[in-house]
């Protein structure tokens, strides 16, 4: 059954009036706005080396100053600074899970931040682990601690650090249905919920923003049907699009089809859907996404691409 958003046709004009802004963002650096809340698609790939993107990230705005990361795959430093983002402005990382296409930027950042001037600690934020996967404390400490992969970048977990800030990590619970909510800062707050995505430990997560809310699903299978509660009435809903309608097998256990994305954005009543971590079996396929994504969800559909920005 359609299910209609019944949400202000404004929304509507704000996403055409965003698109506007974007389009040939590969000539000049992007617009995000000078006032109230954005999102911009630091990259919109997966895993894959063919796929032209980034790998996935997503950097939240508030008021011409970049808060908060969420996901940081291969390439999403290089975007980022493509941005524009200020490095010094960010309030925290959040990791839906540690799959390389989400989290192997961090090295970069954390020494690519070695240059600047940042003074205050950041936090990083991801599930817990399990038999398969460290715990993100664990994973920050492989990455760079004294006995990782980048040992010369360990004093960064100290407040000696040579950067001139500390990197917190924490860890997030990735099991069970309970909302997490133990994090904000002054500019935002954050819940993460656990999500099926196969054996992986991950979250995802909610950003209340000034008077915005931005839900983040990371990838999901929607086992435990826990985002249309958790997204309820958000501004924006961000899902990846990582299998087409016809995906059979494993791949199942691991995403959602675009019948579930629609099904789990009518739940929500979003605003705004907005569909990264888009690999190559699924684009060319829009059309046929969009359609499945339509039977259930009435509200805009957004296929994002890489430096992308769209105002709420």
């Not at 909302?179 to 991950?202: C, D, K, N, T, Y």
């Not at 008077?211 to 924006?236: E, L, P, R």
Request: proline fraction near 5%; glycine fraction near 10%; hydrophobic fraction near 40%.
């Amino acid at each position: 059954m359609r299910v209609s958003s019944n949400r202000p046709i404004t929304a509507v004009l704000v996403v055409c009036a965003c698109l506007s802004t974007t389009i040939g963002w590969s000539q000049e650096a992007p617009y995000c706005g000078e006032e109230g809340a954005w999102i911009q698609i630091l990259g919109a790939g997966g895993p894959e080396l063919t796929d032209g993107n980034a790998g996935s990230s997503y950097l939240v705005w508030l008021d011409n100053h970049a808060r908060l990361l969420v996901d940081i795959g291969p390439g999403s430093s290089t975007r980022f600074d493509e941005a524009g983002a200020v490095f010094e402005d960010l309030d925290a990382i959040a990791l839906t899970h540690l799959h390389v296409d989400h989290s192997a930027g961090l090295p970069a950042f954390i020494k690519g931040s070695y240059f600047l001037n940042r003074d205050r600690p950041l936090t990083i934020l991801g599930p817990d682990g399990n038999d398969e996967f460290p715990d993100t404390e664990s994973f920050v400490r492989r990455m760079i601690g004294p006995n990782g992969a980048y040992p010369y970048l360990a004093d960064f977990l100290t407040f000696k650090s040579s950067g001139g800030y500390k990197v917190r990590a924490r860890n997030v619970p990735s099991t069970g249905r309970r909302r997490w909510a133990r994090f904000g800062s002054q500019h935002f707050r954050l819940a993460a919920i656990p999500v099926h995505h196969s054996i992986v430990p991950a979250v995802a997560w909610r950003v209340e923003i000034s008077d915005k809310i931005i839900v983040f699903t990371g990838d999901f299978s929607n086992q435990k049907s826990v985002i249309g509660k958790f997204g309820k009435n958000a501004d924006a809903l961000v899902v990846s699009h990582a299998i087409p309608e016809t995906a059979r097998g494993t791949v199942r256990d691991l995403h959602v089809t675009p019948t579930q994305i629609g099904q789990v954005a009518a739940q929500t009543n979003t605003r705004m859907l907005i569909l990264g971590h888009r690999m190559n079996r699924t684009r060319g396929r829009e059309s046929q996404s969009r359609e499945a994504i339509e039977a259930h969800y009435d509200g805009p559909v957004i296929f994002a691409n890489d430096l992308e920005c769209w105002g709420l």
